[in-house]
């Protein structure tokens, strides 16, 4: 997290934070929208569906993973992805829940 003292913040935030770096990039959004209407997809397959080179795709491909919001699997040369239906819908409830906090006039 950069030079921002991270014992200040409660693991929850820390952990929302995480979720919401790696859904920061434009081209994450695209490869989760695709992996939603998908459900799994072969990493070649997206290169031709999503305008990066395959060395950029592998990256985001990364931070996904690595935010937990997909899971990869290795079949010989190629590697599948999808959702994370566990992580997704505790990102999805994190996110209504803070949306939830919200009450109009409170400013």
């Known amino acids: 997290m950069g030079v921002t003292k991270t014992e200040a913040y409660t ?7 995480g979720w919401y770096k790696a859904l920061g990039h434009p081209a994450r959004i ?7 209407e998908q459900d799994c997809c072969i990493c070649q397959d ?7 080179s395959q060395p950029s795709l592998s990256r985001h491909l990364g931070e996904l993973r690595d935010a937990g919001l997909i899971v990869g ?3 010989g040369n190629s ?5 994370n239906p566990a ?3 505790e990102v999805q409830a994190a996110l209504n829940g803070l949306f939830n906090r919200f009450r109009d006039g409170t400013c």
């Open 30 to 36: 695209a490869i989760l929208e695709h992996l939603l």
């Open 87 to 89: 992580r997704w819908r």
């Open 79 to 83: 590697r599948s992805y999808c959702i």
């Open 11 to 17: 693991e929850a935030q820390l952990q929302m934070a």
């Open 73 to 75: 699997s290795t079949a």
């Open 46 to 52: 997206l290169t031709e569906v999503i305008d990066l």
